[in-house]
């Protein structure tokens, strides 16, 4: 532990940060939260993520290094929340040789971004493009179901000659329902909720649901063999692993009938299965089978992942920097349980506003704490590293970044999401600390802007928290118990700690930030 430690003082992390000292800014600690968020949003748009991974010439386009001819050959198809605009920023680009597309998206999406004033993530009126909308309460369902078909269709027409553009996010696998006949839907989703309910992890549920259907799995792209595949993937999973996303549709997937068995045992659910899933099971899927007998067919598929909570994170961190910060990105891939989560938040604050060093306890406790929440030594160290530097050289102000998907334990019926709930968390771990502009903040939003079923996408908590709920009346340690954030941020001072972007049209999960003021040198 002692070497793991020392770390932060010994490596010279100076050139991550650079030396200058960012520019001065009159704007509140709030306002500048405020901003840097809205910078993460803006930089995984989907329009703006499309318009950057794809350059178009007179008759072709090149996609992360790959160059492919455009000859009236183009087919679009695509699913997931953020598939709309993603599909009309293709239009925009590539529209002259669309041939024909089929989307898969929310149900009332379109009418939704018209009422948020985003036309511009609309498909034109003449399209060429189909938008089937679905999956009501974000469930897979019998519209979803539709368009599952219909882009199988479209994709199994296709010959050598064409182009497949694939557009994916977050969303995507409740949008492509395709059990495999004669599993019904209703089949396919009692067998994955018996298993997330018996504490199934996602590599599990997919691993299973991936042998249940026509299209995950690498089943999309095996169907549009032997065209080629281009897939732009906008991730909403900590580490972009591809066969997770949407469940992978155009991923090669190598898992075998024993491996779903070997699952299904685990949680003693191979016995319960309907009759429909035995027989799929019993003859091995379709995925399985083309794997094995044509294996090549991976060459036809170019996934891309174009935007991710890292992408967001940069450019938070550059519009950090604008604003008079020195920003560092400690890790896009926080999560576990909203508590540890908040508990790191805190002492790392402590860590960063302490006038003098601070002892070592607090870093071993940083460090032992990093791995519940996903975060690596290496990560904590550095972070640390920079910010001891900045006490003991005067910097100015600083701005930690980070980013995953924390989890919540319900254990009460009141109204949030796991981002107001984190903001309220920390903001009790912050308490007694000093109050902004000399004392620290803390920002969590979701980059969708809803922030479970609420209108807001997080809130701002400071070391004030405690006392401004306690003028006000409100008992905080009973808003916690009941998961009742949203409620506790809006009768709080008529809600002006609540993050309210609105309706953003992304999904790259959500982005946490710890503002730290300026340190007067030793």
């Not at 018209?114 to 519209?143: C, W």
């Not at 299973?208 to 065209?227: F, N, W």
């Not at 604008?322 to 790191?344: A, H, I, K, M, T």
């Not at 940083?366 to 160290?381: A, F, H, R, T």
Request: net charge neutral.
């Amino acid at each position: 532990m002692a070497r793991v430690l020392s770390l932060f003082r010994l490596q010279p992390f100076l050139a991550l940060v650079g030396r200058r000292k960012p520019a001065f800014c009159k704007m509140s600690l709030d306002s500048r939260a405020r901003e840097v968020f809205a910078a993460a949003v803006e930089a995984v748009q989907p329009d703006t993520v499309v318009r950057r991974s794809i350059e178009r010439m007179e008759d072709s386009v090149l996609i992360d290094g790959h160059t492919f001819k455009l000859k009236h050959n183009l087919h679009v198809v695509g699913f997931g929340k953020a598939v709309l605009g993603m599909a009309a920023e293709a239009e925009r680009i590539m529209g002259d040789h669309i041939v024909k597309g089929a989307i898969s998206v929310p149900h009332r999406i379109q009418e939704t971004l018209r009422q948020h004033g985003k036309e511009r993530m609309l498909l034109k009126e003449d399209s060429l493009i189909k938008v089937m909308e679905g999956a009501k309460h974000n469930l897979p369902d019998a519209d979803a179901q539709k368009a599952a078909e219909r882009i199988k269709q479209l994709a199994s027409e296709l010959t050598e000659k064409d182009l497949l553009l694939v557009l994916i996010s977050g969303g995507g696998s409740a949008l492509l329902p395709a059990p495999i006949p004669p599993i019904s839907l209703q089949e396919k989703q009692d067998v994955t909720r018996t298993l997330a309910a018996a504490g199934a992890t996602i590599q599990e549920l997919n691993t299973v649901r991936r042998s249940l259907s026509l299209l995950k799995g690498g089943g999309l792209a095996q169907c549009a063999h032997p065209a080629q595949v281009v897939a732009l993937i906008l991730s909403d999973v900590i580490g972009d692993p591809l066969d997770l996303i949407a469940s992978g549709p155009t991923v090669c997937c190598n898992k075998s009938t024993e491996d779903v068995f070997s699952v299904l045992e685990r949680y003693k659910l191979s016995t319960s299965l309907p009759a429909s899933a035995k027989e799929v099971l019993g003859r091995g899927s379709p995925q399985q089978e083309e794997n094995t007998v044509d294996s090549d067919k991976a060459g036809h598929v170019l996934n891309v992942v174009i935007g991710s909570n890292s992408i967001a994170l940069k450019s938070a961190g550059r519009r950090a920097r604008e604003l008079g910060f020195r920003p560092v990105v400690l890790s896009p891939g926080v999560c576990g349980d909203v508590r540890s989560v908040s508990r790191l938040y805190g002492l790392l604050a402590r860590f960063a506003s302490s006038r003098e060093v601070p002892p070592p306890e607090l870093a071993a406790k940083l460090l032992k704490l990093g791995p519940e929440v996903g975060i690596q030594s290496w990560d904590l160290c550095r972070t640390m590293q920079v910010l001891d530097e900045g006490r003991s050289e005067g910097w100015g102000a600083t701005c930690v970044l980070a980013g995953g998907e924390p989890t919540v334990e319900l254990t009460g019926k009141g109204r949030g999401g796991r981002n107001q709930e984190l903001a309220l968390r920390v903001g009790l771990e912050l308490r007694g600390m000093e109050l902004p502009p000399n004392g620290p903040i803390f920002l969590s939003g979701g980059t969708d802007g809803q922030d479970g079923p609420t209108e807001a996408a997080g809130a701002i908590t400071d070391g004030g928290l405690w006392e401004e709920a306690e003028t006000q009346e409100l008992d905080i340690k009973s808003f916690v118990a009941n998961n009742d954030s949203f409620t506790f941020f809006t009768r709080l001072s008529a809600g002006h700690r609540l993050l309210s972007p609105g309706l953003t049209g992304t999904n790259v999960m959500d982005v946490h930030m710890l503002m730290i003021p300026q340190h007067n040198a030793n």
